[in-house]
């Protein structure tokens, strides 16, 4: 899976990416739904996942933390009454689920420009399948079962809100089996998809181990989002190849997971970061069964 984060202009550039591909999987990371307006982005979606072919997984969440104060304030959104900013993010995600099914809501003109179906109107471009490949980035057990409730599917990064001072590692096992079991009880007819995210580097030749080698990363790190939100941020794994297989096999969330998500070091270059990635696919991966 091709996976994009940070691009103000995502949409455009997913649909590009599905232009000139036609195989590999098109995901986001995570959208901030606290800036988004659920109607334009089920239409930019459902458009970029058209051109796709209906490759696009799309991640959203309620959001990280940010550069400014109340950045989604300047955008024209604004919480309800008895909301915070998460509730909003959480509300723009149920609507925008709501049209990704595709019912028809709106009341057609009696004397329209151009000749409607029957009924009431949805969204358009509408594209079948997208609602089921829509991935929540979730930092805690709780928001993990709100997502597998809703239908979508889970993603869990390199950051969690430390919820029992454990390894990252061992709360995310935990985070996904209160998703499973929420997914279970809620019903659902499809299988879900599990995302992990980590920072995986094979040392091979000096240029590795002079970016990656010098250690200091070895432990996850502790601290806080905000005054109250305490979070365990996850170490990066960077050795030489059967030193990391044997790092790996030891990861409780990677062994629940069905997807993981490399983050890579997009400031170094495309050619760097092509040799990164084929040196985890050749020297690790055949021997952890990843494919």
Known sequence: MACLEFLGSRYASVAAVGAKTRKIEIGTAVIDMRYENPHYMAEDAGAADLIAGGRLQLGISRGSPEQVIDGWRYFGYRPNKGEDDADMGRRHAEEFLELLRG????????????TNPPGLLRLEPYSA???????????????????????MNLQTSTLKFDETGEPLHIQQAAQIHAFRAAWKEAGHKRT???????????????????????GGQ??????????????????????????????????????????????????????????????????????????
């Open 129 to 151: 399948g997208l609602r089921d490949r829509i991935w929540w980035g979730s930092a805690s057990n709780a928001t993990a079962e709100w997502a597998a409730k809703l239908g």
């Open 218 to 291: 070895e432990e996850d790190q502790i601290g806080f989002l905000d005054e109250n939100t305490r979070a365990v941020f996850g170490r990066s794994y960077a050795a030489e190849p059967e030193i990391l297989i044997e790092q790996l096999r030891k990861d409780e969330a990677i062994a629940e997971a069905d997807t993981i998500l490399l983050t890579i070091p997009n400031q170094l270059g495309v050619a760097y970061n092509a040799h990164v990635m084929e040196a985890i696919l050749t020297t690790v991966a055949p021997a952890l069964g990843w494919h």
């Open 103 to 114: 019912k028809g809501f709106a009341q057609p003109n009696p004397r329209p420009m151009f």
């Open 192 to 214: 879900p998809r599990i995302s992990v995210s980590r920072s995986i580097f094979a040392l091979l030749d000096d240029r590795d181990r002079g970016y990656f080698g010098r």
